[in-house]
Nanobody
Framework: QVQLVESGGGLVQAGGSLRLSCIAS????????MGWFRQGPGKDRELVAS????????SYADSVKGRFTISRDNVKHAVYLQMSNLKSEDTAVYYC???????????????WGQGTQVTVSS
């Protein structure tokens, strides 16, 4: 039943980079806002980045602004999260999500990926 599949997580040293990918199984996601959430150990799930259906509007959590970049390719039905200058605080399971109710920004996701682990060592 999984319609969003993440990949690209792994172990990286502080200051390093990773690129996460999320592939959608159906083209209907091309009209939805997409986003990346994360949940660190003992923490609530939080929205990291959001992107509009056409990629023209993006938003970021203050903690990652300037370090992370979200993008999408609707031809490939994919959304990406380029993560640079990683910090130990970025350690979390990262989830791709889609919001059917919005084409601009993720508010209430109705679809989730299975998650991919990102671990940053210091």
């Amino acid at each position: 039943q999984v319609q969003l599949v993440e990949s690209g997580g792994g172990l990286v040293q502080a200051g390093g980079s990773l690129r996460l990918s999320c592939i959608a199984s159906e083209p209907m996601f091309d009209s939805y806002a997409m986003g990346w959430f994360r949940q660190g150990p003992g923490k609530d799930r939080e929205l990291v980045a959001s992107i509009s259906w056409d990629g023209d509007y993006t938003s970021y959590a203050d903690s990652v602004k300037g370090r992370f970049t979200i993008s999408r390719d609707n031809v490939k039905h994919a959304v990406y999260l380029q993560m640079s200058n990683l910090k130990s605080e970025d350690t979390a399971v990262y989830y791709c999500a889609a919001d059917r109710q919005s084409g601009v920004a993720v508010t209430q996701p109705g679809y989730w990926g299975q998650g991919t682990q990102v671990t940053v060592s210091s």
